[in-house]
């Protein structure tokens, strides 16, 4: 096991990452930005050091400072956590010549999965179906012969993008070149990357992810699935549930087989998730491979007894991954909201600022993962996620009941969140009979205005 | 004073209204100072005052790398902050340049001042502006962290020793011996308005 490990982030992430370093007696290191001393994972972590100012392209992403912090404070290894830099591949090998353990895949399956278009082409190869999609694109025309084929609507992606900036839905032949222009320029704004290339649309589908675990010695399972179709319009995921409901046995199997043989495909090791998109006729298609934990780990952990933290940092410190294929078995159902700092009503705006009372719920059933704490700030530099509550019961139903418990003892006060909203959805019929996919938030619950960013690809 | 013929306890008399009235009052614009230790040399004798370690009370927690008790927390906007600061932009172990400038010295903006050692490269840590050197406040051989207080230098156009020495401006700097005249010319208004055994009158 490591002595040491240096936690590349900060939030909940951060603090989830040390918990696990300290249960499993390592030692933790915390990075921080001049706008998070008062972090609670620079309080819980056994070191701490300052790497630049708030903005994270200084701070959270200061590769050099980072490793330099690893250096000074003599780490073992990097948990990049999610976002900033865990899937960058250049980190991971940047840690590799100092001598530094990268938490996480190989750098070449980053860098294969990392881009789009050579992880659809390396699942291809494998045997897993992957959504009707173009190359990049280079002309027009290029852009109309695939549409013809494949019809509308479709989605103009950026190769090098993510949360939902690049995107553009177009329905018709006359919107096409408009939609390739906007996607291209706000994919060069966001990512230096303006390549973008075009899918197959599909209506309605659920967005089904498996969650991997690979060792470094080839043993690759899979630690079930999560349904995580209630998103925002800009297909940000707001609430994720483990397992999915009403999935077809013969369907789940075959996800599950296409996850590992996926992961095998791209010589994958620690945690990892395959995303699906499932349609209403039993259809599956790959959509992409998050080559980190992911923030909705949670839920797989409480359903699964699965601790994925841990078994991140035992494998990559060179243990072997020993659950079983046959021991992965699911209890129960548990379901993650994210309270975000966002106003629901004004189209996801992210607030920052000084929190007021902060309270959290618990009692049965019950998993809080947050950093926040009553008069907390919250800086306006990063991801606007400020907690999520996991319920979990016998059943969904059961979950469902724990989580309308939960979020109701549960106050945040000071600035707009997602509380409320979440609210209203453990309320709605149609989420509780579970008819939820991908467009279900924007279509039924959210005002006119808040939805209508969704049409922009937000 | 009461005259007595225990010298013992006119010793510790004297002691006593010393400390009152000679080093409390230094004491307090030294604490406003951003420096950790702080010697007055008087005609009447010299007094060194040292700043404790900042405590796990100043937020940050100390890192397990090495600190020097010397390095200065100073906080954007406290008060009585007198001098500008030079800060470490990058993470690693501080080395001063070989010719550290003296106590009062110009600097010109592009003057390297030292180096933090980070990955195998030595980072220049540049006065950046123009200014005059007040003190270099990390040791070699310590590690910073982003943001840490590596050189008290004054902006201004004046030189530190210039001014009025009761604004707390002026160098009461612990490495600068040779100023001490000036020093002593300086602080004189200060200390006449609380040595009753002088003989200039109060306050000036």
């Known amino acids: 096991m490591f002595n040491k490990v240096l936690i590349a982030n900060r939030g909940e992430i951060a603090l989830r990452i040390i918990r696990a370093c300290r249960e499993l007696d ?351 700030e919250v800086p306006p530099y990063y991801d606007s996620l400020l907690a999520k509550i996991t319920a979990s019961g016998r059943d969904r139903n059961d979950a469902i009941s724990r989580m309308r418990r939960a979020l109701f003892e549960t106050e945040v006060r000071g600035l707009a969140t997602t509380l409320g909203l979440h609210q209203r959805i453990m309320m709605n019929p149609s989420f509780v009979e579970g008819r939820t996919h991908v467009t279900w938030l924007r279509e039924e619950l959210l005002s006119p205005q808040t939805a209508a960013a969704g049409s922009h690809g937000g | 004073m009461p005259v007595t013929d225990n010298h013992e306890e006119a010793d510790t008399t004297e002691l006593l209204s010393f400390v009152n009235e000679r080093v409390a009052p230094l004491a307090r614009i030294f604490a406003q100072l951003p420096l950790m230790q702080l010697r007055v040399r008087t005609a009447d004798g010299m007094v060194t005052l040292v700043k404790a370690a900042p405590s796990a009370a100043d937020g940050a927690k100390p890192s397990a790398a090495p600190k020097s008790s010397h390095a200065p927390k100073i906080q954007e906007g406290e008060p009585g902050r007198a001098y500008d600061t030079i800060n470490a932009e990058a993470v690693g172990v501080f080395r001063p340049a070989p010719d550290v400038p003296e106590f009062g010295e110009r600097v010109a903006a592009d003057r390297v001042l030292g180096f933090v050692e980070a990955l195998k490269l030595r980072n220049p840590v540049r006065a950046g502006a123009p200014c005059f050197f007040v003190a270099q406040a990390v040791e070699d051989g310590q590690a910073v962290e982003f943001g840490e207080v590596l050189f008290v230098v004054e902006r201004g156009d004046i030189p530190p020793q210039a001014e009025s020495a009761v604004d707390a401006r002026t160098g009461f700097v612990e490495p600068v011996e040779d100023a001490v005249d000036e020093f002593g010319y300086a602080l004189e208004p200060l200390l006449n308005s609380v040595d009753p055994g002088r003989t200039s009158p109060p306050g000036i």
């Open chain 1, 26 to 376: 390592c030692k933790s290191v915390a990075i921080f930005s001049e706008a998070d001393r008062n972090s609670l994972h620079v309080r819980f972590a056994d070191e701490a050091f300052c790497v630049g100012p708030g903005p994270s392209g200084r701070s959270y992403l200061n590769v050099p400072n980072i490793i330099s912090a690893a250096e000074l404070a003599g780490v073992d290894a990097i948990h990049p956590g999610y976002g900033f830099l865990s899937e960058n591949a250049g980190f991971a090998e940047i840690c590799a010549s100092h001598g530094i353990k990268f938490i996480g895949p190989p750098a070449t399956a980053i860098a294969l999965m990392g881009d789009k278009a050579s992880a659809k082409h390396r699942m291809l190869e494998a045997g897993v179906p992957v959504i009707p999609g173009s190359g990049i694109i280079d002309s027009l025309t290029e852009a109309k012969k695939f549409c013809a084929e494949a019809g509308y609507p479709v989605l103009i992606k950026a190769t090098a993008g993510g949360g939902g900036k690049g995107m553009r839905i177009v329905g018709r032949d006359a919107d096409l070149a408009a939609g390739l222009t906007a996607a291209g320029g706000e994919a060069q704004a966001a990512f230096g990357n303006g390549g973008v290339y075009i899918e197959k649309l599909l209506v309605r589908p659920r967005h089904i992810e498996v969650q991997v675990l690979a060792d470094e010695y080839g043993h690759v399972i899979h630690v079930g699935e999560r349904d995580c179709s209630v998103q925002k319009p800009s297909h940000q995921k707001l609430l994720e549930e483990a397992p999915a409901h009403n999935l077809d046995a013969d369907l789940r199997m075959k996800l599950y087989e296409a996850a590992v043989r996926a992961s095998r495909a791209c010589g994958y090791a620690n945690a990892g998730t395959l995303e699906f998109l499932v349609t209403e006729d039993g259809k599956f298609f790959f959509m992409e491979m998050n080559t980190r934990i992911q923030v909705e780990h949670p839920v797989t952990e409480v359903v699964y007894g699965v601790d994925l933290v841990k078994w991140q940092i035992r494998i990559a410190a060179g243990e072997r991954l020993t659950r079983r294929q046959e021991d992965i078995k699911p209890r129960g159902h548990a379901i993650e909201c994210r309270i975000n700092a966002e106003d629901p009503d004004k189209k996801f705006t992210p607030a920052a600022g000084r929190l007021g009372s902060v309270l959290m719920p618990g009692g049965p059933g019950i998993r809080v993962d947050t950093h926040i704490y009553t008069g907390c």
